[in-house]
């Protein structure tokens, strides 16, 4: 209760300081259509785009009591890390229906414990595997094609990874190339960017949706996607890494891929009040192991801790599935969440080691407060690992990115808060404030406060 406390009186104490309460409250309409303040003009009717931005996140963290420290463990002495993702936006709208997108990212910069130790990590900006240095590196590179299935249009507001500015109401949309997965699966819009919301990886996605991705969070594949007005219903088909958290894809889809549907579903759940629903389902297959077979071994003295990359080029699949959520309860002020579940049997191979999560969430506009373009929100997440899974851990296996060559097991859970400024035209500065209870699921170590700062330009 003393976290939560904390976590809530953090968002009051922000909200007195940067702006006045209770200010009159603009129609929801108006705030919803606002772009995002950028440093440059981004005209709207232009077949190119060309932008950018650039987003510094720093954290620390206290000595924390700790029984035991291992391999894989997350610091329990202070320390602290700063982080850097620079992303250049470029794109050309061939017609009214076709674009080609390309978008050049360089990161730089650490994550606390070099981004083990935490199946929800602190900072979703850290790449996953820090030796692979700060050489610039495509991210993206998609073809998008809208295919009108009706005459009605309605506005769309251009964004770097769609540059249309009206849209079919019925339509479908067909991408295809490198992208991140998350950039289209998953989304909610109180809690899915690292840069203007939350910063823990198990709160701006679900935990347990193990997506196809390399280390730096991209993949390559295609996507088709139905909108109708009130709904919308979307199907991928990616590339897995050819080993754990790997940066190299698997090409043979013989051998590896990954299928991703999501239903979305937008409806005023509450009279009066916008809301969505989303269901998501995935399945992968890869060369990952088992654990019940990995700690088998274990138990049969052939090796001396389990080992879940001990085995033969396999093919084995993991599924699992999602509910994500989020409902306006009154103006600027929205209550969202994530439900999700994994078979947990497979090793987590691609994005963090969950098998099952549960996130609740506020968010709040600052039009509450009469500072439209600030952010605020405090949110709760709780991740789980199957039995095989807490088995292998507590008998020193390591995972990608837990191990700590024991395992006392406990739910990890994460309460969240942030406040978002937005100081001139495309700076903004942000607080973050994290609270995490059993550190990579071990009741032996912990809890850990983790305060952080951010830095964020649009260009």
């Not at 490198?178 to 198990?202: E, R």
């Not at 997506?211 to 088909?237: H, K, P």
């Not at 309860?329 to 080691?353: C, D, I, M, Q």
């Not at 990890?412 to 550190?439: C, M, R």
Request: net charge negative; proline share 4%.
């Amino acid at each position: 209760m003393g976290a939560a406390r904390a976590v809530g009186c953090l968002i009051v104490l922000l909200m007195a300081i940067f702006g006045s309460a209770h200010a009159q409250q603009p129609d929801h309409d108006e705030t919803a259509t606002d772009q995002t303040p950028t440093m440059f003009p981004h005209p709207e009717d232009t077949w190119w785009w060309v932008s950018g931005q650039a987003n510094f996140i720093f954290q620390t963290h206290p000595g924390f009591p700790a029984l035991y420290s291992g391999t894989n463990s997350f610091h329990s002495y202070y320390e602290k890390a700063t982080s850097r993702l620079l992303t250049l936006y470029l794109g050309a709208r061939l017609n009214s229906s076709t674009a080609i997108l390309v978008d050049v990212e360089e990161t730089g910069g650490r994550g606390l414990s070099d981004a083990l130790g935490l199946a929800g990590f602190t900072n979703l900006d850290v790449v996953r595997n820090p030796t692979l240095g700060a050489q610039p590196y495509l991210a993206r590179a998609m073809f998008h094609h809208v295919f009108s299935l009706s005459d009605e249009k309605v506005s769309a507001l251009r964004t770097p990874l769609s540059l249309f500015t009206e849209m079919p109401v019925r339509r479908l949309e067909v991408r295809f190339g490198k992208f991140g997965t998350a950039d289209f699966f998953d989304l909610n819009t109180a809690g899915s960017d690292s840069h203007s919301q939350f910063m823990n990886w198990t709160i701006d996605n679900n935990g347990a949706f193990d997506y196809a991705a390399d280390t730096r969070g991209y993949t390559v594949g295609a996507i088709a996607d139905y909108e109708d007005r009130s709904w919308g219903l979307r199907f991928g088909e990616m590339l897995m890494p050819t080993v754990a958290n790997g940066i190299d894809l698997q090409w043979n889809l013989r051998r590896a891929r990954a299928e991703n549907v999501e239903f979305e579903l937008r409806k005023n759940f509450l009279p009066g009040k916008a809301g969505v629903m989303r269901v998501l389902g995935y399945s992968n297959v890869a060369n990952m192991g088992i654990y019940r077979v990995q700690n088998q071994q274990y138990l049969d003295g052939l090796v001396p801790v389990p080992e879940i990359t001990n085995h033969p080029l396999q093919t084995t699949r993991k599924y699992g599935f999602g509910l994500n959520f989020e409902q306006l309860l009154a103006k600027n002020f929205t209550v969202f969440g994530r439900f999700g579940w994994n078979n947990g049997k497979t090793e987590s191979y691609a994005y963090t080691e969950v098998d099952q999560t549960v996130e609740a969430g506020l968010a709040l506009d600052g039009a509450q407060w009469n500072r439209k373009f600030d952010k605020a929100g405090v949110v709760f997440v709780s991740n789980g690992i199957a039995r095989d899974h807490q088995f292998y851990l507590h008998h020193g296996g390591l995972g990608f990115l837990l191990g700590d060559g024991n395992l006392n097991y406990g739910r990890e859970t994460i309460f969240e808060s942030y406040y978002n400024l937005h100081v001139w035209k495309g700076i903004f500065a942000g607080v973050d404030l994290q609270h995490i209870n059993n550190p990579g699921y071990n009741r032996d170590r912990g809890p850990v406060l983790v305060p952080g700062f951010r830095m964020h330009v649009e260009l």
